[in-house]
């Protein structure tokens, strides 16, 4: 059995950005999705959050060795 988590940023019209993100905070959170038994991570590739996030799991990966 599998389960899914995401880690969304989306835009809305009036706002732009609906919630600011660091690298701190994408990296605390993906931590939080490792520990809780996620291993495969997937990136969309937009420039923005999509390539940061994709940055934190590839620097994750030295640390923990069953993700991929």
């Not at 019209?13 to 919630?19: H, I, M, N, R, V």
């Not at 490792?34 to 940055?55: N, P, R």
């Amino acid at each position: 059995k599998y389960e899914t988590k995401s880690i969304m940023l989306y835009r809305t019209q009036k706002t732009g950005y609906s919630l600011f993100f660091s690298k701190r905070g994408t990296e605390d959170s993906i931590k939080n999705l490792i520990q809780t038994g996620v291993t495969v991570f997937y990136s969309g590739g937009a420039i923005g959050f999509d390539i940061l996030t994709a940055q934190v799991v590839l620097e994750l990966k030295n640390s923990y060795l069953q993700i991929f």
